[in-house]
């Protein structure tokens, strides 16, 4: 059984920081590129950061500088590092996994078959 169960949200002044991990179990985690979404509260989930099996990186423009997607694939755990944080970062924030081969767009959610539960980031100003 896949799982993928986010952790780290909570509660932060504006310019403070967060670590969101996802813990995952149940496919080939080394093999699998993952990704952070967000949906704020009125809005549509939005692509936040993915991590490529190269190990490369792509980052929503809003979130450049400040976000780092990273994985530890001994720990089968990606993490996501927030800094600067901004009250307009207030949201759900999901890890996603793709287990099937072929292209994808990253940024696009129906890309990616498994997902968390969430967690959610609130920044206040």
């Known amino acids: 059984q896949v799982q993928l169960v986010e952790s780290g949200g909570g509660l932060v002044q504006a310019g403070g920081s967060l670590r969101l991990a996802c813990a995952t179990s149940?496919?080939?985690?080394?093999?699998?590129?993952m990704a952070w979404f967000r949906q704020a509260p009125g809005k549509e989930r939005e692509f936040v950061a993915t991590?490529?099996?190269?190990?490369?990186?792509d980052y929503a423009d809003s979130v450049k500088g400040r976000f780092t997607i990273s994985r530890d694939n001994a720990k089968n755990t990606g993490y996501l590092q927030m800094n600067s944080l901004k009250p307009e970062d207030t949201a759900v924030y999901y890890c996603?996994?793709?287990?099937?081969?072929?292209?994808?767009?990253?940024?696009?959610?129906?890309?990616?078959?498994?997902w968390g539960q969430g967690t959610q980031v609130t920044v206040s100003s």
């Open positions: 996603a996994a793709r287990t099937y081969t072929g292209g994808y767009y990253a940024t696009n959610d129906n890309s990616y078959n498994y």
């Open positions: 149940g496919y080939a985690f080394s093999r699998s590129p």
């Open positions: 991590i490529y099996l190269s190990g490369s990186t």
